[in-house]
């Protein structure tokens, strides 16, 4: 059984899958980022932007963008739901750019699949690298000093004449830079169920490691994992989005 099933086996259902997240209001939200902290310039990078939704939605908002992932089968869909955009396989720890950008977006927790301190390190230096003066680097975080690992979020939807369930959590053992995202899905059919199980490794950080990992490179602004509107962070909440404007 594959542990990287949601991105490989189950790719042309990951849209059901996540048919809870609000991909327009996020878009719309990091549009509005951009204006209020950027270079006021529309080239944009997704970094793990997996079938591209949120692509979809920045294009709608006269971005010019482009999409990387590691995993194949998602660029294949990404590429059909948006023809303008262009795509790359590559890894988000280690990606080249042909030309710098002014917006490098990293959502629904991506930038934990570093997997590593040496992993994200690399990654926010290839970001800076990659992005024009005063450009913008976006993306959310938890941090693993708040993590419960008692708490996960599950949804289901109906689709093709099955139902699918999706679960997911976090699991840091209390003690180094590794935890795991932990998935469940299953697939009703006519009585039968099917199921799988993905764990994945993904970088643990604080936010006072994170922020002095970012702080070589960036001004950074934290915020309220709120969309729906823009605010400092709280300081108590586990997870965060990050404004991180190139010095």
């Known amino acids: 059984m594959s542990s ?6 189950l790719s042309a259902y990951y849209d059901v899958l996540c048919a809870d997240i609000n991909y327009q209001q ?5 549009a509005r980022i951009a204006g209020l902290f950027g270079n006021g310039g529309k080239q944009h990078v997704d970094l793990a932007c997996g079938t591209a939704p949120h692509i979809w939605h920045l294009l709608q908002q006269g971005f010019q963008c482009t999409g990387l992932d590691l995993n194949q089968p ?3 869909l990404a590429a059909i739901r ?12 280690h990606f080249q750019l042909a030309e710098p950008v002014d917006l490098i977006t990293c959502l629904l927790y991506s930038i934990h699949y570093s997997a590593s301190l040496t992993g994200l390190q690399s990654c926010l230096r290839h970001v800076s690298q ?15 000093e708040r993590i419960s690992n008692q708490l996960s979020a599950s949804h289901s939807s109906e689709y093709q004449q099955s139902r699918f369930t999706f679960a997911s959590s976090w ?13 469940h899905i299953s697939r009703e059919t006519a009585g039968h169920t099917e199921q799988w199980q993905d764990s994945h490794t993904m970088v643990a ?33 586990g997870n965060a989005l990050f404004v991180c404007v190139k010095r």
């Open 82 to 93: 948006c023809p303008d955009a262009q795509f790359m396989q590559q890894d988000l720890c």
């Open 171 to 183: 699991y840091y053992s209390g003690q180094g830079e590794q935890q795991a995202l932990n998935l």
């Open 205 to 237: 950080v604080s936010f006072t490691e994170l922020l002095a990992l970012l702080a070589p490179y960036f001004e950074v602004h934290v915020l309220e994992h709120d969309y729906q509107s823009i605010q400092p962070w709280d300081t108590q909440s």
């Open 74 to 76: 998602m660029l294949d």
């Open 4 to 9: 990287n099933a949601l991105y490989t086996d």
């Open 26 to 30: 996020q878009s719309q939200a990091i």
């Open 130 to 144: 990659a992005l024009r003066p005063g450009g913008v680097f976006c993306f959310n975080a938890v941090d693993k």
